[in-house]
């Protein structure tokens, strides 16, 4: 979560008993699917769980005209996870909730979301009455963030000593250009320390326990390096394809959906120098220098493939990506991608960083492999596999190391086999909070260290931009690849010829739930 798990936890106790200062969270964009399906449940489970200062209050805005409490009632409540004995702290949870009708383009609007505001304040009963902490998260299309923030800045911020933060959701600008433009927009109205730029693969649990595998075990910091590792793959797979949000996608594809953000955010948290503390700075800084390594990326390093129909599939199955009626007939934007980025560093010169994210393939994973090199000097007769070390993201976290062991029996033959940390085995019972959980708390405790800061930002788009720009361009056909498969055959390719990365097809994963990886 913040800095350091323990001081955050006693810092959200004195929040929640904290009542100098009334907080009024307000949901910009409060109508739609994802305030719907996420941002009002995770505000439920945080206020359920008293993680929440206690003068909590919430205003939704949005230009539709709604009942909050029958939307929260009736739209949202399948997401939240209400249990029989939550039903009175939900209706307590409900009497909190408020809501506004307005426009994104209008003064006048942001005027009457000010006052409403300032009326939400007095209802708190704290000491502070004359105005409250205000957090907007904006759960708004790309197109009118420049008019909202504009507005929110002129008519809406928190008066002093009361702070303002603004939640900022991807897509942050399609292009390194339009991303920078963005960026200067909104540093012109708010602080750097105010805009929290959401990715929320940032608050999931095994990729904020990269930092602690990394930094807490000598055991991997003396072989994190290009010394003792052969190649690093980071893989993003979804089991369904567009699903009519084809439109949606269409403009954006999986490079920029996926890989420029969240993939690439994991690749700098595994590739990063150790940092001097656990401040939110430090972490960032570090994670800066990475990017600022790798050079951009060139066609010759990436495959890129689209999804067709499967004939023998069920359902969505049979359908293609451009028998999506929401996708523009022809459309050449890729739905798989295979890329090999490189980090030009004293660490890692030489080990090639695979990232590979596609949709409609065979399974639902997201993962980290780091391939470690050969034993030298091998008495086997090549019958051993490369030690891995896998961190598996989603589902089912887990931690384990792939190594050789003696099979057992009347033989001296090696066996591909794990060290395992399964964590619903190890942890079994403990409370696993969801990614936005996590984020929108550190947004109340004021913490930055898993948000995306302005200088990241660029660096990322630095890195692929040139390659969308030649993709868009140049509109090269993607590669077919049927529904339902492990994707584009030709990647495994790349990742044997560039990637270095050497498949193991003996080993099987063994564990109660019987998952093969």
Not at 486 to 501: F, H, I, N, Q, S
Request: aromatic content about 12%.
């Amino acid at each position: 979560m913040s800095e350091n798990i323990f001081s955050t936890f006693q810092t959200v106790v004195h929040l929640s008993e904290d009542c100098r200062s009334t907080h009024v969270f307000v949901v910009m964009g409060a109508s739609g699917d994802l305030a719907k399906k996420k941002i009002y449940p995770t505000l439920w489970w945080l206020y359920r769980d008293n993680l929440l200062p206690s003068s909590t209050f919430f205003l939704g805005y949005a230009r539709s005209s709604i009942e909050i409490k029958d939307f929260l009632n009736q739209k949202c409540r399948q997401y939240m996870k209400i249990k029989p004995d939550e039903e009175q702290r939900f209706q307590e949870f409900l009497e909190k909730n408020f809501y506004l009708t307005g426009s994104y383009d209008k003064s006048e609007s942001f005027v009457q979301l000010d006052l409403k505001i300032v009326e939400i304040a007095k209802l708190g009963k704290c000491e502070n009455v004359e105005d409250a902490n205000r957090i907007f998260y904006l759960a708004l299309p790309p197109s009118v963030y420049t008019s909202v923030t504009k507005l929110l800045s002129q008519n809406s911020k928190a008066r002093k000593p009361h702070f303002t933060r603004v939640i900022v959701e991807k897509p942050f600008g399609k292009d390194l250009k339009s991303s920078n433009e963005l960026s200067a927009h909104l540093s012109t109205l708010f602080t750097e320390e105010e805009i929290y730029r959401i990715d929320h693969y940032l608050g999931k649990e095994m990729v904020q326990n990269l930092i602690v595998l990394r930094f807490a075990n000598q055991i991997f910091k003396r072989i994190w390096n290009r010394d003792s590792i052969e190649c690093v793959m980071i893989t993003f797979k979804e089991p369904f394809g567009t699903q009519g949000r084809g439109g949606y996608f269409d403009e954006f594809g999986i490079i920029r959906d996926v890989m420029q953000n969240h993939l690439l955010q994991i690749l700098s948290l595994i590739a990063m120098d150790s940092p001097v503390s656990k401040n939110a700075e430090e972490i960032r800084n570090e994670k800066v220098k990475v990017l600022r390594t790798i050079p951009e990326l060139k066609m010759s390093d990436v495959i890129i493939g689209q999804y067709v129909g499967n004939p023998n599939g069920q359902g969505d199955e049979k359908m293609g990506y451009l028998d999506d009626p929401t996708v523009p007939a022809g459309s050449t934007t890729p739905t798989f991608c295979c890329a090999v980025l490189k980090i030009k560093n004293e660490r890692w010169d030489g080990v090639p960083f695979i990232l590979k994210s596609g949709k409609a393939l065979n399974e639902r994973k997201a993962e980290i492999r780091i391939q470690f090199k050969e034993v030298p000097g091998d008495i086997f007769d090549n019958t051993c596999a490369r030690n891995e070390l896998v961190i598996r993201v989603q589902p089912d976290e887990a931690v384990y190391m792939k190594i050789s062991t003696k099979k057992p029996g009347m033989n001296f033959d090696p066996v591909e086999t794990e060290l395992d940390l399964t964590y619903k085995h190890r942890y079994e019972g403990e409370y696993m909070p969801d990614a936005y959980e996590r984020l929108i708390l550190d947004v109340f405790l004021g913490s930055q260290i898993n948000f995306v800061r302005t200088d990241e930002l660029a660096e990322a788009w630095r890195i692929f931009t040139p390659l969308l720009h030649q993709l868009e361009q140049q509109k090269p056909k993607p590669i077919p690849y049927v529904y339902g498969s492990r994707g584009v055959p030709d990647a495994d390719e790349l990742c044997t010829r560039v990637g270095k990365y050497n498949y193991s097809n003996t080993y099987v994963w063994k564990d109660s739930s019987k998952s093969k990886i």
